[in-house]
């Protein structure tokens, strides 16, 4: 019974480590912007996201861009380890419409319509390469856009191919080379393409300035008082958000004062409101303004490269806005600077630019959002800094409460069997060979209990049942590819000792097993998973025992585990282990059966926690002991787990376990409590 405690034990700590490396999750953020003329004056818009395939739906909020028709958020969709299939969506409004989609060229910004000729006209000026755009033609547009796992390369569309393609057009096998030449060749383009623009507006301004150094003094002022009546006019408009109207009346404004550069970053600014980035730049180039408006200046600049997806150039540019401390844009330069870094992998840099947000910002929804993709940024970087790891040291310590430590019933025995107990131990990961589908690692570790009486005075009676256990195992991981599906196969092949004092004083070899563990796993649907596991040991036992009582043995298991997602994030679900179990000992005593099934609830807990209930029935007939029995246990385990620290978690829970025999000395039952921490650090691949 120690062992089979012992052996409850150890699955329970596998099964709450299992539960949180299924967590491991690839994340795509998806920029959301909702173009619409209705409601101009609402701060933010909510919009509905309903994955197709599941029919689930997550609420997104937009913030108002500036005063334009138009709100801006973002959407972080997870990709579980295994499931490499696109993912659909479709965004719907408040009455569940839904909106006209379009992906771009990229797939990383989705824009909502709810005018078909608002998202051809959107098309036509983002994409000039798509051509005259028939508008008679357009009624029958996409209202999905698909999303793919991150490490699935995503290529621009071709965008004359259709006014708006309803999916992204992937090649997961292009060289990723070629990738990156294709990258630089449109930056290329872009850039001069700009240039072209600058210096256009460059020759327009000096001939404007030829023409007016011929005008009379008289007819100079004359045009000046004509342009700052223009220019009245022109903010009175944009107050209003008619943009096309102001962006003509700085313009002609221009026409008739082009000393005046003020005239231009206004000019510049309209041009950014209607969708003019490429034109914007040109006339903000042209410039000198002072004060708050250079600041201002800096900043349209950069949201104007962010939205031509010049994204080094918007980076350093809001990078350089934040450092100005600016209490109105330095807060909104760092939220958008952090995007960037956090889609370029640039995790700490990510983390400091949210970080100066939330400390920083007078907007409490610009400071939420933060805390929200700070937090996804966590969890990335803990994502990626695991497909780059080369070793892991492991530290763990706690404290467990023992009604039972024995598994007696405690009538039997002329002792107080209730104990606390020190759990502590480490292990050290090795990752001996890695490619983009398998690693292979070499693992040793050490676990170790040291048991007290409840007044905390060590006791030789309940020491008895401390085990030291030493373990070395060979992990293996491999990623196998069918069609449109990932499996994740696992192998670990394992040596262990345990030592054990059954008798009181020092403790001595006991058991010597190998082992081998195998899981094979895969996604069913987008919220179905299935994971088998096969279980093999062999056990020498060094315990002198009557030929009946040896427990020596071979066991053989076999658990089978679906589990349904309950929400687009992963965090809550429910996954059901159905156990079969077979131990052939060298004496009958210790041979049995175990047919088990388990339930598990997983669901976001207390404190940004993740909790989890479970409960689990096993019969274990003993059909061919001397005195024949069947053992039925039942087993109910609530627990949390909470991240401290990135590299520091606790785990607190509480599990009671009954045991209902045909022989008296093995009905019991117990509580037991633990309190572990767990410390973990890796040294990473450069």
């Known amino acids: 019974m120690i062992r089979a405690a012992l052996i409850f034990f150890g699955v329970f700590l596998c099964l709450v480590a299992q539960a949180a490396e299924t967590k491991i999750l690839q994340a795509q953020t998806l920029v959301v912007v909702l173009h619409d003329k209705q409601m101009a004056s609402a701060m933010e818009r909510q919009v509905r996201v309903r994955e197709t395939s599941t029919g689930k739906i997550a609420q997104l909020t937009l913030q108002k861009i500036n005063s334009s028709d138009s709100w801006s958020g973002f959407f972080v969709i997870q990709f579980f380890v295994g499931d490499n299939s696109s993912k659909t969506l479709e965004f719907l409004d408040s009455r569940f419409k839904p909106y006209l989609v379009y992906s771009g060229t990229s797939g990383a910004e989705i824009n909502l319509f709810t005018e078909p000729k608002e998202m051809a006209q959107f098309i036509q000026k983002t994409q000039p390469e798509a051509g005259k755009i028939d508008f008679a033609n357009i009624g029958n547009l996409p209202k999905t856009a698909s999303v793919l796992p991150p490490e699935v390369k995503i290529l621009p569309s071709a965008a004359a191919a259709a006014v708006a393609p ?9 060289d990723k080379g070629a990738i990156e030449s294709q990258v630089r060749q449109q930056a290329k383009a872009q850039e001069q393409h700009q240039m072209s623009l600058e210096e256009q507006q460059a020759r327009a301004r000096a001939e404007l300035l030829a023409r007016q150094e011929s005008l009379s003094a008289a007819e100079k002022k004359r045009k000046k008082d004509q342009a700052t009546a223009l220019v009245a006019e022109a903010n009175a408009l944009y107050a209003k958000q008619n943009y096309g109207a102001a962006e003509a009346k700085y313009k002609e404004a ?8 003020v005239y231009y970053y206004r000019y510049g600014v309209s041009l950014y409101k209607n969708e003019k980035y490429n034109e914007s730049l040109a006339a903000l180039s042209m410039a000198e303004v002072s004060g708050a408006s250079a600041l201002e200046k800096d ?3 950069a949201l104007n490269h962010l939205k031509l997806k010049d994204y080094d150039k918007a980076h350093k540019e809001f990078i350089e806005i934040r450092d100005e401390n600016d209490p109105t844009l330095s807060p909104t330069a760092a939220f958008f600077a952090g995007n960037i870094e956090f889609q370029q992998l640039k995790f700490p840099a990510a983390r400091k630019s949210m970080e100066y947000t ?3 910002s007078n907007d409490p929804k610009l400071a939420n959002s933060a805390e929200t993709l700070l937090e996804q940024i966590d969890k990335s970087e803990a994502y990626y800094d695991r497909k780059k790891e080369k070793y892991r040291v492991t530290l763990f310590g706690g404290l467990i409460y023992d009604s039972n430590i024995l598994n ?10 209730k104990s606390f107990r020190l759990n ?10 890695r490619t983009q589908k398998s690693d292979l690692g070499a693992q040793i570790s050490v676990s170790d209990y040291y048991s007290s009486n409840t007044s905390f005075i060590g006791d030789a009676f309940l020491q008895t049942a401390d085990p030291l256990e030493t373990t070395f195992s060979v992990p293996f991981h491999y990623e196998i590819q069918m069609k449109d599906k990932a499996l994740g196969w696992e192998l670990a092949p394992y040596y262990k000792n345990t030592f054990m004092a059954p008798s009181g004083g020092t403790r001595e070899l006991v058991i010597s097993s190998f082992g081998l563990n195998t899981t094979l796993a895969w996604a069913l649907s987008s919220d179905w998973f299935l994971s088998n596991r096969l279980d093999y040991s062999a056990d020498n036992s060094y315990l002198s025992s009557a030929a009946d009582d040896d427990q ?6 076999l658990t089978i585990s679906p589990t349904k997602l309950l929400d687009l994030k992963g965090e809550e679900s429910i996954t059901t282990d159905v156990i079969l179990y077979k131990n052939q000992a060298q004496g009958k005593n210790n041979t049995y059966n175990k047919y088990g099934l388990g339930v598990s609830y997983a669901f976001p807990f207390w404190m940004a926690s993740q909790g989890n209930l479970r409960a689990e029935y096993a019969n274990q007939p003993y059909t061919e002991a001397t005195s024949a029995h069947t053992d039925q246990l039942l087993t109910v385990v609530a627990s949390a787990t909470k991240d401290i620290r990135k590299d520091l978690n606790f785990l607190a829970s509480v599990m009671f376990q009954n045991s209902a025999s045909d022989l008296d ?3 019991y039952n117990k509580i037991v409590v633990t309190g572990l921490f767990t410390y973990t650090s890796s040294f990473l691949q450069k």
């Open 665 to 667: 000395a093995y009905n």
């Open 358 to 360: 939330i400390d920083n």
């Open 166 to 174: 309803s999916a992204l057009h992937v090649t997961a096998g292009m």
């Open 424 to 433: 502590y131990g480490a292990s050290f990961l090795a990752i001996l060979h």
């Open 254 to 261: 221009i026409g008739l004062d082009p000393e005046e550069e």
């Open 408 to 417: 007696v019933a405690e009538n039997n025995v002329a002792t107080d069997v």
């Open 299 to 301: 900043y349209y600049t």
């Open 552 to 557: 020596s043995s071979q066991r053989f298991g």
